[in-house]
């Protein structure tokens, strides 16, 4: 998938991948060489927010339109097929923008079986007035005459609308007969084919020497953990670091599931001071992911240590992590997973078996490799955590605030039966105190702050719209049940301009 600064790049992405196909995205300034060497079996081009006719648009590399790879042009990516290959795309004065009904004119195998008319979800000004040499109009709408083009002999092909999206009732199935019908590729990649590639990866990198995974308990490092655990059996030490920073019962369930259930060979490393110390006085959000990242580091090196020095550790790195870097180079990845960080003086090899799977596909192999159900419909929490939601320092009462807190948000989630629709939910600590009125008494006391999202993939989100009566037992619970608390609020801010975290 060629980004060419799509909204919905990954949408497509997701797409191409719920078709069962395997995808990855890279920038628009991929060679003929880069496509040569990596031999996918098709190239979708992603739509964009200019205009070919700006200055600066972002190209292809014309040499690209002569590998013969089969290409899916969407909305602009059709666009710059026209234009790249000697076609007319022209502002007409009137884009489309929603719902549109669409005829379908020619025998394309894009539509085979479909209906002649159907309803395509729009959003663009310019369109297609000629197509080039060799292709041939097989959709029109009343603005669009060129809605969906093709030249069935070099495989290109391109619409004007967006398949990948759910108001384009048919679009998956455009999309299907893009990939398997033109492109011919198979729908192999699977749970199973996922978990079979990884363990054979992970073989492959780390040979016989010793493994250590960092396990937090989360659905990632436990899933990452899993696969390790089925590629290298023994060679795998799993060190939950308590961190001291962890919400109320953490510690107690991670031994309990990993120890207990799994009898993963477990290292329980308690570092809470060390973190506190870290962390003292620290305000500064950025500074204090960075003390806690070296903190982390430093004791997985003291357990490597005593573990032959395992070289290798494994982390739980999603492939939107990669994404958000905006490249395909390695390097950059890192350094980009390791914002939240990571030392740079760290002697470990990173094994990360997630790193080309969204979460939703995580959560499956999770299912796959028979993880329990509580872990695996986990919501996220932050490797920093409790630090990056205490605004301000972070010390031994202010965590026992925000944890007594949080843990009645957790339970009240729970049993309105929202955790799973909700991305994330949680309490956050200010650093201010505001006055209040308690038992005839002035008090000067702490506000805590819901903050609860949906999201699909945590790259951009919503506040989520909690029912009153679960906001009234939080306001509650929180003000009667936590000491140092006076005052609830709720926090109704989408991602972005906000970011889940507070910090
Ligand atoms: P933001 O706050 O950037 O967070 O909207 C997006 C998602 O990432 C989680 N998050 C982190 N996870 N280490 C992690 O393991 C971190 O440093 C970190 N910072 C944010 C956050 O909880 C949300 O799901």
Redesign the pocket.
Known sequence: MVDFGAQYAQLIARRVREAHVYSEIVPHTITAAEVHARAPAALILSGGPRSVHVEGAPILDPEVYRTGVPMFGICYGAQLVVQQLGGEVAPTGRGEYGRTPMRVVGGSPLFADLPVEQDVWMSHFDSIVAGPEGFRVVASTEESPAAAIEDPERRIYGVQFHPEVAHTARGQEVLKHFLYDVAGCRPAWTMTSIIERSVVAIREQVGGERVICGLSGGVDSAVAAALVQKAVGDQLTCVFVDTGLLRAGEAEQVEETFRGQFSVDLVHAKAGDRFLEALDDVIDPERK?KAIGTTFIRVFEEVARDLDDARFLVQGTLYPDIIESGTADAARIKSHHNV?GLPEDMDFELVEPLRNLFKDEVRAVGEELGLPEDIVWRQ?????GLA?RIVGTVTPERLEVLRAADAIVTEEVKRAGLYREL??SFAVLPAVRTVGVMGDERSYAYPIVIRAVTSDD?MT?DWARLPYEVLERLSSRIINEVPGVNRVALDITS?PPG???WE
């Open positions: 992911r939240g996220p929490f932050p490797g920093p990056v991305w994330q945590a989100a991602k970011t889940i975290e």
